[in-house]
T-cell receptor, first 111, second 118 residues
Framework: TQLLEQSPQFLSIQEGENLTVYCNSS?????LQWYRQEPGEGPVLLVT???GGEVKKLKRLTFQFGDARKDSSLHITAAQPGDTGLYLC???????????WGAGTKLIIKP | EAGVTQFPSHSVIEKGQTVTLRCDPI?????LYWYRRVMGKEIKFLLH????????ESGMPNNRFLAERTGGTYSTLKVQPAELEDSGVYFC????????????????FGPGTRLTVL
């Protein structure tokens, strides 16, 4: 049983479209992180959200942490081919250093 | 500054053999983590070192896996004897000690070692 359910698993859209990736749980997380991973490389941290209801923006990427700290979303506006990659959510529970991961969303942006 | 490095990048071994994976963390990082991604599944935590001490090894699958971090620098993860289900990508990550909040712990990942057990 996965603690963090990430959806969709795969998304292929045209350049210029908007998209949202979701990360949901029935458990409370002290923080949620979003990573991007390229082939042959390790995950690279994009953002950390800590407070319920928090919204962070990174250029065309908007990250939101649910009010109850059980879910998070990543929204990309006007997607570009350079956004293609594997997006992963991961979180900390309580005061535990170990990260709990979603299965990832493989995103392809077609020119 | 060099990032987290892992060696080898790929390893193909036969069932029953032994393999040792190495991780060199970012210099000065006290925290070192091992994670594993089995094909089709999510990344899963294996264990966490603080300097040379095992802080949390709750994710280690069984006693065929042995992790060490002598001197609090690099770490090794040995699998002996390897089984088919051990195949996957093994990631190492490191972070600075953050006594303020676990939530802001930023882990930097290596490129991973792809292990194939035949």
């Amino acid at each position: 049983t996965q603690l963090l359910e990430q959806s969709p698993q795969f998304l292929s859209i045209q350049e210029g479209e908007n998209l949202t990736v979701y990360c949901n749980s029935s458990s409370v997380f002290s923080s949620l992180q979003w990573y991007r991973q390229e082939p042959g490389e390790g995950p690279v941290l994009l953002v950390t959200v800590v407070t319920g209801g928090e919204v962070k923006k990174l250029k065309r990427l908007t990250f939101q942490f649910g009010d109850a700290r059980k879910d998070s979303s990543l929204h990309i506006t006007a997607a570009q081919p350079g956004d293609t990659g594997l997006y992963l959510c991961a979180g900390h529970m309580d005061s535990n250093y170990q990260l709990i991961w979603g299965a990832g969303t493989k995103l392809i942006i077609k020119p | 500054e060099a990032g987290v490095t892992q060696f080898p990048s790929h390893s193909v071994i036969e069932k029953g053999q032994t393999v040792t994976l190495r991780c060199d963390p970012i210099s000065g990082h006290d925290n070192l983590y091992w994670y594993r991604r089995v094909m089709g599944k999510e990344i899963k935590f294996l264990l966490h070192f603080v300097k040379e001490s095992k802080q949390d090894e709750s994710g280690m699958p069984n006693n065929r896996f042995l992790a060490e971090r002598t001197g609090g620098t690099y770490s090794t993860l040995k699998v002996q004897p390897a089984e088919l289900e051990d195949s996957g990508v093994y990631f190492c990550a490191s972070s600075q000690e953050d006594r303020i909040s676990v939530s802001t712990d930023t882990q930097y990942f290596g490129p991973g070692t792809r292990l194939t057990v035949l």
